[in-house]
């Protein structure tokens, strides 16, 4: 069975549980997939409940959903890890998480009371248009209706002054990750998750400051040179989500991935998998 890691691009932010692409790529290949994504972590949380629970699952392959803010993630959670060496320390979002997850009347609370009075980040909900425009650039052409942040299009900056101790975390991460990989006696594969911001970049590209060089696939490049450096498998789904681009696979505003976005991923990952036995060990997979 698959462990897969990440997260709320795997947990399945904006989608019922069975679209989420775990749980589709199980119904692809027909075997158990866990879901062990979780929103707000990095990859050094990741690697954190590999170890904890990594036993217990006992996983053949782990799948790894890597996505541009993970770099930042795994900076601003590193003063957590040391904690009695808990993976996730912030005690009230488990429960945050699930009132997201069930209760439509959370969701009203905290998006529109809150909100309106001005509480935390919840006032960003009512941008005057003048700051939407400041915030995004606002696409609403050829079928397409997207709000590009142009926040996330710093991470298409090969200077943004993150990257030089993020991409020192993100190796040592991935070196330990494939360390305990070993022990479970697992495959791990790691994949790119692409942001809105680079899959409809034709649209983003013509509205920044020229003043900034910017470079569409460095992320998920600075991601592949990781994981061949570190001799792991990789899975760059730039390439199929620009060659779809025409549609809509991410929600107008918010910057997930809609049910057609995490199909992409479950159906990209599925035809690896059977492609790449060799690789990836996976002959008795889809026979």
Same mark, same amino acid.
């Given at each position: 069975?698959i462990?897969?890691l990440?997260?709320?691009f795997?947990w399945g932010a904006g989608?019922?549980?069975e679209e989420?692409?775990p749980?589709?790529?199980?119904?692809?290949l027909?075997?158990? #997939?866990?879901n062990?994504?979780y929103?707000g972590i990095?990859?050094?949380?990741q690697l954190l409940l590999?170890?904890?629970?990594?036993?217990? =699952?006992?996983p053949d392959?782990?799948?790894?959903?890597? @996505?541009?803010n993970? @770099?930042?993630?795994?900076l601003?959670?590193?003063?957590?890890?040391? %904690?009695?060496?808990?993976? $996730?320390t912030n @005690?009230g979002?488990?429960?945050?998480?699930?009132?997201?997850?069930?209760?439509?009347? $959370?969701?009203?609370f905290?998006y529109?009371? /809150?909100?309106?009075?001005?509480?935390g980040?919840?006032e960003n909900?009512?941008w005057?248009?003048?700051e939407r425009?400041?915030?995004f650039?606002i696409v609403n052409?050829?079928?397409?209706?997207l709000?590009?942040s142009?926040?996330?299009?710093?991470? /298409?900056n090969p200077?943004?002054?993150?990257y030089?101790?993020?991409i020192?975390?993100?190796?040592?991460?991935?070196s330990?990750?494939?360390?305990e990989a070993?022990?479970?006696?697992s495959?791990?594969? &790691? %994949?790119?998750?692409?942001?809105?911001e680079?899959v409809y970049?034709?649209y983003?590209?013509?509205?920044?400051s020229?003043?900034?060089?910017?470079? &569409?696939?460095?992320?998920n490049? #600075?991601?592949?040179?990781?994981?061949?450096k570190?001799?792991i498998?990789?899975?760059?789904?730039f390439?199929v989500f620009e060659?779809?681009?025409?549609?809509q696979?991410y929600?107008? #505003?918010?910057s997930h991935m809609n049910?057609?976005g995490?199909?992409? #991923?479950?159906?990209?990952i599925?035809? =690896?998998?059977l492609?790449?036995?060799?690789?990836?060990?996976?002959?008795?997979i889809?026979?």
């Amino acid at each position: 069975h698959i462990l897969s890691l990440g997260d709320s691009f795997t947990w399945g932010a904006g989608v019922t549980n069975e679209e989420t692409w775990p749980e589709m790529l199980e119904g692809l290949l027909q075997i158990d #997939v866990i879901n062990a994504g979780y929103p707000g972590i990095g990859t050094q949380q990741q690697l954190l409940l590999l170890k904890e629970c990594g036993g217990i =699952f006992k996983p053949d392959i782990i799948i790894v959903g890597f @996505f541009v803010n993970d @770099f930042i993630d795994n900076l601003t959670w590193r003063h957590k890890l040391g %904690v009695n060496n808990f993976w $996730y320390t912030n @005690f009230g979002r488990p429960i945050r998480v699930w009132l997201a997850a069930n209760s439509y009347s $959370y969701q009203f609370f905290k998006y529109f009371f /809150l909100g309106r009075i001005g509480i935390g980040d919840f006032e960003n909900i009512y941008w005057s248009q003048e700051e939407r425009n400041e915030r995004f650039v606002i696409v609403n052409q050829d079928n397409l209706k997207l709000h590009l942040s142009r926040d996330y299009a710093l991470y /298409l900056n090969p200077e943004f002054d993150i990257y030089n101790d993020a991409i020192i975390v993100l190796d040592q991460t991935l070196s330990e990750m494939l360390l305990e990989a070993g022990k479970l006696d697992s495959q791990l594969l &790691v %994949v790119f998750l692409p942001s809105k911001e680079q899959v409809y970049w034709r649209y983003l590209s013509p509205e920044l400051s020229s003043d900034l060089q910017y470079q &569409v696939e460095f992320p998920n490049e #600075v991601l592949a040179d990781l994981a061949l450096k570190n001799r792991i498998v990789f899975l760059d789904l730039f390439p199929v989500f620009e060659a779809n681009n025409h549609q809509q696979l991410y929600w107008d #505003v918010d910057s997930h991935m809609n049910a057609a976005g995490y199909k992409l #991923v479950a159906d990209s990952i599925a035809k =690896f998998l059977l492609e790449q036995e060799d690789i990836i060990g996976t002959r008795s997979i889809g026979k």
